[in-house]
């Protein structure tokens, strides 16, 4: 399935080359998530992008300061655009966390840019920039299957607890697909999985 516009991070989001006159801040930030999504964290470099984007160094020092400017404006698009569709995509589905699984599931099914950076960010929870980014990622993610889970009748402990298992089911099936780059499974196979896994997790479908 496409999207009618493209995401940060997606290099249909931009020219493959751009002059150093029409070049901006966002060029730079979608090509630093470009990377990102790639090769991970680590790799993300001024000489690198320059070379992607068909201009010199000095275009990208119009714009930032440094190599962690860049990054730091980067995360943020990710974290504000993405992530923020991200949880409007699951919160529109319903208030029963079968729903809302189902379409964290099936979100990251699809692969999208954004889990692409997602699992690379994993990656780099060393880097200063990062942890804090994730933590917040994390525990707005929570925070909504915690609320679903809530609204299905379960106390506020319980709700923590499967919201939790849930987050950690999404991580690992993300870490498991695009990091270890697994087999994939058929779109037969992973709805029985997605089905499998809201039965074990949502009360009144097989799991208390």
Same mark, same amino acid.
């Given at each position: 399935?496409?999207?009618?516009?493209?995401?940060?991070?997606?290099?249909?989001?931009?020219?493959?080359?751009?002059?150093?006159?029409?070049?901006?801040?966002?060029?730079?930030?979608?090509?630093?998530?470009?990377?990102?999504?790639?090769?991970? =964290?680590?790799?993300?470099?001024?000489?690198?992008?320059?070379?992607?984007?068909? =201009?010199?160094?000095?275009? &990208?020092?119009?714009? &930032? *300061?440094?190599?962690?400017?860049?990054?730091?404006?980067?995360?943020?698009?990710? #974290?504000?655009?993405?992530?923020?569709?991200?949880?409007?995509?699951?919160?529109?589905?319903?208030?029963?966390?079968?729903?809302?699984?189902?379409?964290?599931? *099936?979100?990251?099914?699809?692969?999208?840019?954004?889990? *692409?950076?997602?699992?690379?960010?994993?990656?780099?929870?060393?880097?200063?920039?990062?942890?804090?980014?994730?933590?917040?990622?994390?525990?707005?993610?929570?925070?909504?299957?915690?609320?679903?889970?809530?609204?299905?009748?379960?106390? *506020?402990?319980?709700?923590?607890?499967?919201?939790?298992?849930?987050?950690?089911?999404?991580?690992? &099936?993300?870490?498991?697909?695009?990091?270890?780059?697994?087999?994939?499974?058929?779109?037969?196979?992973? #709805?029985?999985?997605? #089905?499998?896994?809201?039965?074990?997790?949502?009360?009144?479908?097989?799991?208390?």
């Amino acid at each position: 399935m496409t999207h009618a516009h493209p995401h940060p991070g997606d290099s249909r989001a931009r020219p493959a080359a751009a002059s150093h006159n029409r070049l901006s801040a966002e060029d730079w930030e979608l090509a630093a998530l470009d990377l990102i999504a790639e090769q991970g =964290v680590g790799a993300l470099a001024v000489e690198t992008l320059a070379k992607r984007l068909g =201009v010199t160094k000095g275009s &990208f020092y119009w714009h &930032f *300061r440094n190599r962690e400017a860049l990054l730091k404006a980067a995360l943020s698009r990710w #974290e504000n655009h993405d992530e923020r569709e991200l949880l409007g995509h699951i919160a529109a589905v319903g208030d029963h966390p079968r729903e809302r699984l189902g379409a964290l599931f *099936r979100w990251v099914s699809r692969e999208v840019r954004p889990h *692409r950076i997602y699992a690379a960010l994993m990656q780099a929870l060393d880097h200063p920039l990062v942890r804090p980014l994730m933590a917040r990622v994390s525990q707005r993610r929570m925070d909504l299957l915690t609320l679903a889970f809530r609204q299905a009748g379960l106390d *506020r402990a319980e709700a923590q607890h499967r919201a939790r298992l849930t987050y950690a089911a999404y991580v690992g &099936f993300l870490q498991l697909n695009l990091t270890l780059a697994l087999p994939h499974l058929s779109h037969e196979q992973y #709805e029985a999985y997605v #089905e499998h896994v809201i039965s074990a997790l949502v009360p009144g479908n097989g799991g208390n």
